[in-house]
């Protein structure tokens, strides 16, 4: 098992930039990927961007490719970290963000989401 504390959502003007964190605590040995995915109003949820913890492979939906940037913090022994930065935020990246985590279990987990709202 694994617990995700989600934080850095908010307000934030066309063209500005936000960072979203997911820490992951508990069985870290068995997390194989952690990543973030998002969900508009009336639309399915989608990747946003992952990061695989053997070799930091990150993978971007494209609508994001050169504005965001993934990446992990593996230094505390206790806990994994998985940031997101956001830069040249639209009024179409708004939504509720999602942190998960692929073990290499039968299981995934997901954090209660946090909200992006980018204004024009």
């Known amino acids: 098992q694994v617990q995700l504390v989600e934080s850095g959502g908010g307000l934030v003007q066309s063209g500005g930039s936000l960072r979203l964190s997911c820490a992951v605590s508990?069985?870290?040995?068995?997390?194989?990927?952690m990543g973030w995915y998002r969900q508009a109003p009336g639309k399915q949820r989608e990747l946003v961007a992952t990061?695989?913890?053997?070799?930091?492979?990150?993978?971007?939906?494209w609508s994001v490719k050169g504005r965001f940037t993934i990446s992990r913090d593996s230094r505390d022994n206790a806990r994994n970290t998985v940031y997101l930065q956001m830069n040249s935020l639209r009024s179409e990246d708004s939504a509720v963000y999602y942190c998960?985590?692929?073990?290499?279990?039968?299981?995934?987990?997901w954090g209660q989401g946090t909200q992006v709202t980018v204004s024009s």
């Open positions: 508990g069985n870290i040995e068995s997390i194989r990927a």
């Open positions: 998960h985590v692929d073990t290499y279990s039968i299981y995934d987990h």
């Open positions: 990061i695989t913890t053997g070799t930091d492979s990150t993978n971007y939906g």
